[in-house]
């Protein structure tokens, strides 16, 4: 089946250190996107990549970093410099670079601090 | 002004009512409209796009009003399993998607 795999599906992060949300998949699309939501918000973009080694700041970039070295793979990195993670964390890919195409979501990670 | 807003309710409604949602959107060039579902602790999934002449999938119906920006979201005979928050989602122009807070809809046995 084709989809958007997300992992893991809870992290706990320890103060000071990095840690890496994984984002893969298989329906070729061309977009992928990270989103953050926190309790009772809406989904606020953190990066956005049209195309393999490209990406783009969305909103809430600060304490992130992402990586789009091949077109299945979206990797979120939380780094120390985000002082508060605490959020559910969302994936999402899209067929082509237009913005008109609906977006399709992995099951999202659950961040935590310890 | 936010660039997509919502009532974010609950609206609570018994089981066959039919309820409705509106949702305003600030840049007027904006060109694709979505409804997307979200459960409880759950990613958002697509429930239809709105074309600009109105559509209809089943008991859910969505329009578009670009004179006065907003849509709208129209469920008839309303389940229990369609207690979920919905979520409008405007295209800014930008490729990047706007969604809102969400409206959060209770359906009572």
């Known amino acids: 089946d084709g989809g958007i795999t997300q992992s893991p599906k809870y992290l706990f992060r320890k103060e000071g250190q990095n840690v890496t949300l994984s984002c893969e998949q298989n329906?070729?699309?061309?977009?992928m996107y990270w989103y953050r939501q926190d309790p009772g918000q809406g989904l606020r973009l953190i990066y956005y990549s049209q195309i393999v080694n490209d990406f783009q700041k969305g909103d809430i970039a600060e304490g992130y970093s992402v990586s789009r070295e091949k077109k299945e793979s979206f990797p979120l990195t939380v780094t120390s410099a985000q002082k508060n993670p605490t959020a559910f964390y969302l994936c999402?890919?899209?067929f082509g670079t237009g913005g008109g195409q609906p977006q399709h979501f992995g099951d999202g990670t659950r961040l935590s601090i310890l | 002004r936010k660039e997509v807003e919502q009532d974010p309710g609950p609206f609570n409604v018994p089981e066959g009512a039919t309820v409705a949602f509106n949702c305003t959107y600030s840049n007027s060039a904006s060109q694709s409209f979505f409804w997307y579902r979200q459960d409880c602790r759950k990613e958002p999934k697509l429930l239809m796009s709105?074309?600009?002449s109105g559509n209809e999938d089943g008991r859910f119906t969505a329009q578009l009003n670009r004179a006065s920006q907003y849509i709208s979201l129209l469920i008839r005979d309303s389940k229990l399993s369609d207690s979920a928050t919905y979520l409008c989602v405007v295209n800014t122009g930008f490729q990047k998607l706007v969604f809102g807070t969400g409206t959060r809809l209770l359906v009572s046995p």
């Open positions: 709105v074309y600009s």
């Open positions: 329906l070729n699309h061309d977009a």
């Open positions: 999402a890919s899209t």
